[in-house]
């Protein structure tokens, strides 16, 4: 496992991720109910939207590399543009049943649901993919993504406000799409030239 790969996917994920509203319905969640049942939910849903992104990555990795690398690089430009152009207004439609107790099993769970379904087919879903195919290191990229995805909910969760108060929204999506420029630059410049 290279912990290089690891660290430019949790990178990248962490800063895609802050914008997003799965760390908002997280933060949400988070001042309703216990911290930690929360937490669980959230990390459990993770899990299984980076096994599923993994899978996908795996899949779109089996193409001659030159192409990998054009997908990718494509799929990394329109990720920073969504970011740029599409980002505001669409954390709203999310919301959750609230669960009928606050148990365990019925906090975690509504939280696992409201999770899996705001990150299904998600910015950073598309970017573990598309890390999982360029990077031929499932458990670097997996482990990357997963830590990067469950901080920002931790974060979220613990007050995400605060963040909010030091770093404008704006310079987060504007270093994350930065980010996803050059990535999608770079991998366009290896397809081309082969």
């Known amino acids: 496992m290279s912990l290089t790969v690891l660290a430019i996917t949790f990178g990248i994920v962490f800063l895609a991720e802050l ?3 799965t ?32 899978v996908a990555g795996q899949l779109l990795a089996l193409l001659p590399q030159r192409w990998v690398e054009g997908v990718t690089g494509l799929l990394f430009l329109a990720g ?17 049943k609230e669960p009928s107790s606050n148990s365990f099993w019925k906090v975690a769970g509504a939280s696992f649901a409201v ?18 195919a360029k990077y031929d290191d499932p ?29 404008p ?5 504007r270093v994350a799409a930065g980010v996803m420029l050059l990535m999608g630059g770079f991998s366009l410049f290896k397809a ?3």
């Open 80 to 96: 920073a543009a969504m970011l740029l152009f599409h980002h505001g207004g669409e954390e709203e439609g999310h919301a959750a």
């Open 169 to 173: 929204m704006k310079v987060i999506v």
């Open 115 to 132: 999770v899996a379904v705001a990150e299904f087919g998600d910015l950073t879903q598309i970017m573990t993919a598309n890390l999982a």
């Open 19 to 21: 914008p997003d509203k």
């Open 23 to 54: 760390a908002l319905a997280s933060l949400v969640l988070g001042t309703r109910y216990r911290a930690s049942y929360v937490f669980a939910g959230v990390a459990a849903a993770m899990a299984v939207m980076v096994g599923l992104a993994l």
């Open 139 to 167: 458990l670097a990229v997996g482990l990357g993504a997963w830590l990067a995805l469950c901080a920002v909910g931790g974060i979220a969760i613990a007050g995400g406000q605060k963040l909010l108060q030091y770093v």
């Open 192 to 194: 081309v030239t082969g």
